[in-house]
């Protein structure tokens, strides 16, 4: 759970302040960022708090179902916020927004009296117009989950420079893949790319802005087919050699992709672009064909070993991190061995894995062989501590070497940066404050399970 990046502006002219409060995916932080740069020009300022603010967006994610349990219980104390606002005279506006929205806008108007405008990621362009609308009417709230005709993304303004040196763009939405567990293709709709000067131009803007370290998003990036300046389209390869162009971009990365969509383009990017690092997040889900068919995955794992090793060959250095899900309906203890088999044989640097979750209106949903929480719990553990010793060992690897770091942010204590691999690892080192936005060496002296840490390895030339 994140907060926008956005900083709180202090302009004592502009009386309306909007706390957005964002769930799940980077592409929702992104998605908040918009909305912060739409509100903009119509007078909202980011606040840091919901205490006193004007409008309040939750911005939720419905991949698992936690995420929209917390949004339930964080609707609890916004609402307390509400009244004691009303009570000293003023209103606040509550807006539920994102996949949890689009999802179940009308159980959140029925369970949640206190939301005044529900919305959906496609429709959130309309949000000035929405809160016009909401700020006349009282007690009924206003809906808002079409999936309108015209892209989102025509309507939004240009992006404001993000405030650090990394920054995601969002290049394609939605996913016509229909896993049998997934709730995006219903929540994000049908696969949408930008135009290629679009993504260029906010790229260009981005770096203009002090940004050195681009991520392209999507729930389905490497579907990317975008209308390319030439008139024709281009894949996700092409555009990260376009992006790599750009003087000032010194690193590229994308996230989600499909193995079924890594395409002879891609691969070669990989060998070819050194701006595109060496870390990829490519989920696989099972180690099983029996339940990856279930799943309607489009793959096996052998495909899945087949294009691990062509990365790999293309880009002998890369670090894999991957997704997976125990217990989903159907899985044998033989299935769950199976995905251990190919964990262990691809070694991933990182990864993510979860209880299958079933998520209404999905096709596994009503899936009859539910496995027991008490067996996906067991099966979670045995799985996260193969990936766990993974990692480390992953991590141990770099002990010893001279690594570039890119530093972002302070640490936690004096005197010391955080920074990123190129493997996407947090670093730790001792450097003086301004160097923030440098691409530093620095010799990599200690590892943990999460973070490294090392020293600056500069050459000092006398
Ligand atoms: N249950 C558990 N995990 C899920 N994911 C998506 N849907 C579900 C679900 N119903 C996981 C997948 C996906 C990641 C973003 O979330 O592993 O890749
Ligand atoms: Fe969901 Fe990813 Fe499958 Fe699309 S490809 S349905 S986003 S898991």
Known sequence: ?????I????????????????????????????????????GFVVAASPRDADLVILNTCHIREKAAEKVYSELGTI??????????????????????????GAEIMRRAPCVDLVFGPQSYHRLPDLITRALRVTGTGILDTSFPAEPKFDFLPEAAAPQGVTAFLTVQEGC?????????????????????????????????????????????????????????????????????????????????????????EL?????????????????????????????????TASYYRRITERLRAARPDLALSTDLIVGYPGESDEDFLATLDL????????????????????????????VTEQVKSERLAALQLLLARQQREFNESCVGRVLPVLFEKPGRHEGQLVGRTPYLQSVHVAAAADRIGEIV??????????????????????
């Open 267 to 299: 691969v070669a990017a990989h060998r070819d672009v050194p701006q595109l690092m060496p870390f990829l997040h490519l989920p696989v889900q099972s180690g099983s064909d029996r339940v990856l068919t279930m799943m309607n995955r489009r793959h």
């Open 441 to 462: 060496p620095a010799l990599i002296s200690g590892a943990s399970a999460n973070s490294l840490s090392g020293s600056l390895a500069e050459v000092i030339s006398t």
């Open 79 to 104: 609402r307390r916020l509400k009244a004691a606002k009303a009570g000293r005279g003023g209103r606040m506006l509550v807006a539920v927004a994102g996949c949890v929205a689009q999802a179940e």
């Open 7 to 42: 900083t709180e502006r202090t302009a004592q002219d502009v009386a309306k302040r909007v706390f957005i409060k964002t769930y799940g995916c980077q592409m929702n932080v992104y998605d908040s960022a918009r909305m912060a740069d739409l509100l903009a020009p119509h």
């Open 1 to 5: 759970m994140t907060q926008t990046g």
């Open 343 to 370: 964990v262990e044989e691809i070694r991933f640097a990182q990864a993510f894995s979860f209880k299958y979750s079933p998520r209404p209106g999905t096709p596994a949903a009503s899936g009859a062989a539910q």
């Open 176 to 264: 016509d893949k229909f896993c049998s567990f997934c709730v995006v293709p219903y929540t994000r709709g049908a696969e949408y790319s930008r135009p290629v000067a679009r993504v260029l131009a906010e790229a260009r803007q981005f770096v203009h802005g002090g940004v050195r370290e681009i991520t392209l998003l999507g729930q389905n990036v490497n579907a990317y087919h975008g209308e390319g300046p030439d008139g024709r389209e281009w894949g996700l390869g092409a555009l990260i050699r376009g992006l790599a162009e750009l003087p000032g971009l010194d690193r590229i990365r994308y996230t989600t992709s499909h193995p079924r969509d890594v395409d002879d």
